[in-house]
């Protein structure tokens, strides 16, 4: 039936080929803020409650400062409430945010903060992967978020700290290395797994009746 269906589709009209997916530097990039300032003398522009997005990134903060309108090569800085949201469910929140556009496109993030946080939820399950760190670098690129400065990473089982931890987002893994020439070493906490009781668990046998001698 199915090979029917198609044949008569086939026949009856060609159907329309689906317009090719933009590349990052093709996909428009869009600005909304609450107000802007422009200092001429400077040529600075002060947005607040600014968000800029573009495909699925989207990035929103209190207050934006660039020099000049120009996503071609261009360092937008970011502070206040800083929230990025990334690709694959993942998203960075942070104090301040640097945000470098190339070939009209956001190609990477530096956040940080006191901490500076990520996560995304997991594809494989129901659980969260969260992360903090004094700076986070997210490059659109690789899908990439490095974590570096007291970073701590856990998937909801296993915990990794060190002074630098690397999450691929789009193969949700996590690549851990040491500072060479320092004391500073990776630690790794694994939770061990427990199975939930059963249903009937917890729950003793009925009191039995107590017997009444008969006289």
Excluded: C
């Excluded at 600005?31 to 607040?48: I, P, Q």
């Excluded at 301040?96 to 996560?119: K, L």
């Excluded at 320092?182 to 017997?211: E, L, W």
């Amino acid at each position: 039936m199915l090979l029917l269906a198609a044949g008569l589709a086939g026949s009856a009209a060609a159907a329309p080929t689906p317009p090719p997916a933009l590349q990052p530097g093709q996909q428009p990039i869009n600005l909304d803020a609450a107000s802007t300032e422009v200092d001429g003398r400077t040529n600075t522009l002060v947005f607040s409650d600014v968000v800029i997005s573009q495909g699925a990134t989207r990035v929103q903060a209190d207050r934006a400062h660039a020099t000049g309108l120009n996503f071609a090569n261009s360092r937008w800085t970011f502070d206040g409430k800083v929230r990025i949201e990334a690709e694959q469910h993942g998203n960075l929140r942070s104090d301040q945010a640097m945000v470098e556009f190339r070939d009209n496109h956001i190609a990477r993030a530096t956040v940080t903060g006191t901490p500076a946080e990520f996560e995304q939820r997991r594809t494989d399950s129901e659980q969260m992967a969260r992360g903090h760190a004094g700076e986070i670098v997210y490059d659109l690129n690789d899908g990439t978020v490095r974590l570096a400065n007291e970073a701590w990473l856990t998937d909801g089982q296993t915990e990794i700290s060190g002074p630098l931890l690397v999450y691929n987002i789009r193969e949700q893994r996590v690549q851990a290395a040491a500072s060479p020439g320092t004391d500073q070493r990776v630690h790794i906490t694994i939770a061990p797994r427990v199975k939930p009781p059963p249903p009937d668990a917890g729950k003793g046998d009925p009191a039995k009746p107590h017997s009444t001698a008969q006289p």
